[in-house]
């Protein structure tokens, strides 16, 4: 095995470790608590916030390398457009399902039983 697969299955099974008593709460003990629903809440705003500022990054790079192909080879402008396209239709798809994770946390309460 490599280091790197070591590595991942390691963190992984940290990862269900910390969680797992999450799911050893006793039915009672089961209901929403008021500082759960409010980190929900403010993990949804940082993760949305974090979410439109990377995807505005990425594409500012796609654009510029995009202008940059076009200006080193002008022949190539119709398939450099199409790829930039869909390229900015996939990273602006990324911030969109943030922006719906987020309005569920929001409005739907997905923590009430």
Same mark, same amino acid.
């Given at each position: 095995? @490599?280091?790197?697969?070591? $590595?991942?299955? @390691?963190?992984?099974?940290? %990862? =269900?470790?910390?969680? &797992?008593?999450?799911?050893?709460?006793?039915?009672?003990?089961?209901?929403? &608590?008021? =500082? $759960?629903?409010?980190? &929900?809440?403010?993990?949804?705003?940082?993760? $949305?916030?974090?979410?439109?500022? +990377?995807?505005?990054?990425?594409? %500012?790079?796609?654009?510029? @390398?995009?202008?940059?192909? *076009?200006?080193?080879?002008? @022949?190539?402008?119709?398939?450099?457009? %199409?790829?930039?396209?869909?390229?900015?239709? $996939? *990273?602006?798809?990324? =911030? *969109?399902?943030?922006?719906?994770?987020?309005?569920?946390? +929001? +409005?739907?309460?997905? +923590?009430?039983?």
């Amino acid at each position: 095995m @490599s280091t790197r697969s070591i $590595l991942t299955i @390691s963190l992984t099974l940290l %990862g =269900v470790a910390a969680v &797992s008593p999450v799911y050893a709460q006793d039915a009672a003990a089961a209901g929403p &608590s008021d =500082v $759960l629903v409010q980190w &929900s809440i403010i993990t949804a705003g940082f993760a $949305l916030g974090i979410a439109a500022a +990377f995807g505005a990054l990425g594409q %500012g790079k796609a654009t510029s @390398s995009a202008v940059e192909a *076009i200006a080193r080879n002008p @022949s190539a402008v119709n398939d450099i457009r %199409g790829s930039l396209i869909l390229g900015l239709v $996939l *990273i602006e798809s990324l =911030v *969109i399902y943030v922006l719906l994770i987020s309005l569920i946390l +929001f +409005f739907v309460n997905p +923590f009430t039983g």
